[in-house]
């Protein structure tokens, strides 16, 4: 899937991996009881929504491939996320889930896909869907997967540095355009860089 170029009315957006970044990390989990937002992710999506821009969560979720949930369990969470996120009071624009995994169980979600981050589908279809301007969105997530995901997809990408990363795989598309230590630098820092683009542009 190529990178779609903006129309004049796109918008930037904001792209947020789920777990680990926004919620707890719990491995294979699709249980709404066990949703919790991670240390400082509550504060850190209202600030970023400040910005003005759109969130959108993108997500591996190989529980499915793997037999560990089901999509009418998968559904209970994604209706979960949305009320998190309307309980902080932030609109999320979108979810957006690979099933697959290559290693599968269930035969049609066992395979390689072009969605499965650090693939960058996910972002591609969501903004085709939401007439996104990816040139000028960022991916926010805790591993290098999710900064390869966002640069393949032309975004500029952060790493959410919660120690989450353990593999710390090299490549020219995995290094981040920034290293954060919280969602909320991650909005201070967008602010920043909106003001010195107006003072730059007056």
């Keep these: 899937m190529a990178v779609k170029d903006a129309t004049p009315d796109a918008r930037a957006a904001i792209f947020l991996d789920k777990d680990g970044t926004l919620l707890e990390d719990v491995p294979y989990n699709a249980d709404p009881s066990l949703m919790r937002w991670a240390p400082g992710a509550r504060a850190g999506v209202q600030a970023l929504a ?16 793997l037999g560990r949930f089901d999509r009418m369990a998968l559904e209970a969470m994604r209706e979960r996320l949305y009320e998190l996120f309307d309980q902080a009071g932030v609109s999320l624009a979108g979810f957006y889930f690979c099933p697959h995994h290559p290693q599968g169980r269930v035969a049609p979600l066992a395979c390689f896909c072009g969605c499965r981050k650090p693939a960058p589908g996910l972002l591609l279809r969501a903004a085709s869907d939401l007439n996104l301007d990816l040139s000028e969105s960022w991916m926010i997530g805790d591993i290098l997967d999710d900064v390869e995901a966002g640069h393949r997809a032309g975004c500029h990408s952060a790493l959410l540095d919660a120690g989450h990363e353990t ?28 003001e010195a683009h107006y003072v730059a542009a007056a």
């Design 50 to 65: 400040a910005t003005g821009r759109p969130l959108v969560v993108v997500s591996n979720q190989p529980g499915l491939a």
């Design 167 to 194: 593999e710390w795989k090299a490549g020219p598309a995995r290094v981040p355009d920034w290293r954060v230590q919280s969602l909320e630098e991650a909005a201070l820092r967008l602010h920043a860089s909106r």
